[in-house]
């Protein structure tokens, strides 16, 4: 796909379903996020990519979430322990951020959201369908600790990455003139 075509037709698909991204596929995509404009090139990106029967686990964490946070709601903790199941290939995106006295750890996310953007963008043009998902999760020191993150680091998404089932949504129109001004 010309790369115009992909960003102006980039489409969040939820219902995401087999087969995901194989081997060179995957490639490609985390290649690409690790082309995201990083200043200073501090590199604070960790991608770890979770499949098969990880996800599971992953799932079984984020109910372990909710329960360590007091919730029991069983339909709750179904639901959180399913969430990771809703595509063959979630990619977490973890900012690890480096201690630098003029490189903020925010600047150091945004860099982290630019790869995940590349990378979602990546797949799209590869024929995948692609939902960036975040919620509690995200910041529970217990799911950044079982990805391998180091304490401190923050998931800026969970990409979750498959072959689309059902239609694509239809694409807004975006009115540029609510968010454009000269200066
Ligand atoms: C940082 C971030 C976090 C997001 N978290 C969620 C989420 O947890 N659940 C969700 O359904 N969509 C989430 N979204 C939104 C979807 O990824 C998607 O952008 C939205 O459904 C709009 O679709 P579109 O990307 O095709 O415009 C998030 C987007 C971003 C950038």
Not at 29 to 43: F, M, T
Request: charge should be negative.
């Amino acid at each position: 796909m010309d790369v115009i075509d992909t960003l102006l037709n980039r489409n969040s698909h939820a219902r995401l379903t087999e087969p995901g991204p194989d081997e060179e596929a995957l490639s490609l995509i985390l290649r690409a996020a690790a082309r995201a404009p990083d200043h200073g090139r501090l590199r604070p990106w960790r991608f770890v990519v979770v499949l098969g029967e990880r996800r599971a686990v992953l799932g079984q964490c984020f109910a372990q979430c909710l329960t360590i946070n007091g919730i029991s709601d069983p339909a709750r903790l179904e639901k959180a322990a399913n969430a990771p199941l809703r595509a063959p290939l979630i990619i977490a995106g973890l900012v690890h951020a480096v201690p630098h006295d003029k490189i903020s750890r925010e600047e150091q996310g945004h860099a982290v959201a630019a790869a995940l953007h590349g990378a979602q963008l990546a797949a799209e043009s590869l024929g995948f369908g692609c939902i960036w998902r975040t919620g509690g999760y995200a910041t529970d020191p217990l799911v950044i600790e079982a990805l391998g993150g180091a304490p401190g680091d923050q998931v800026v998404g969970f990409l979750y990455l498959g072959t689309r089932e059902g239609p694509s949504k239809l694409l807004p129109d975006e009115p540029l003139e609510a968010v454009t001004h000269y200066f």
